[in-house]
């Protein structure tokens, strides 16, 4: 499982992100990573035991918000709910344990956003009120689940090319 897995990562980010695991050896440490009982680990399994896809989560502020990092996705079965399905069931989870809010930051390396290539101060949030998808980046993905933009990393990756911040509540507690 772990081998697949780690082929599962590599392959659903080498398209838009090949800085992000770009060989099989950065993958598995990923991959080896979520084992950790202090993290959350869920994988979509087919029946005949091929891993779709695979998703992860880490604590943060002492448990209450937890990062979702990474979801990944064989390209072969994207769009196809085992997405929508893993964040669901990570959702659970992070409930269970007694989390109230999911995040993540959704890179912009690729010119897939209207906030590439661009020079988002002095007002970042203007330029984000009229963020425009350009090629399928994921943020529509994880809006389509509840998430939303919560906020933008100018200039993360390097000179226009932004971190998009976005969150879910997930409980009242």
Known sequence: ????????????????YPDAWPDMESARAEVEEF???ERICRVAVADDGTVL???GASS?????????????????????????ALVADLEVQVRARRGVTIFLGTDDEDNQT??????????????????QNLNRHPFEFYQKV?????????????????DILMAKRVSQE
């Open 35 to 37: 084992f950790d009982p």
């Open 146 to 162: 509840g998430f939303v933009i919560v906020g933008v990393i100018p200039d993360a990756n390097g000179p226009g090319k932004p």
């Open 114 to 131: 209207s906030l590439s290539n661009s020079d988002l101060y002095p007002n970042p949030l203007d330029h984000l009120s009229r963020i």
């Open 53 to 55: 896809g695979w998703v």
């Open 60 to 84: 943060e502020y002492n448990g209450r918000a937890w990062e979702l990092h990474p979801l990944a996705i064989h390209p072969d079965v994207q769009g196809q709910g085992v997405g929508r």
């Open 1 to 16: 499982m772990i081998e697949q897995m780690t082929a599962v990562l590599h392959t659903a980010f080498r398209a838009h």
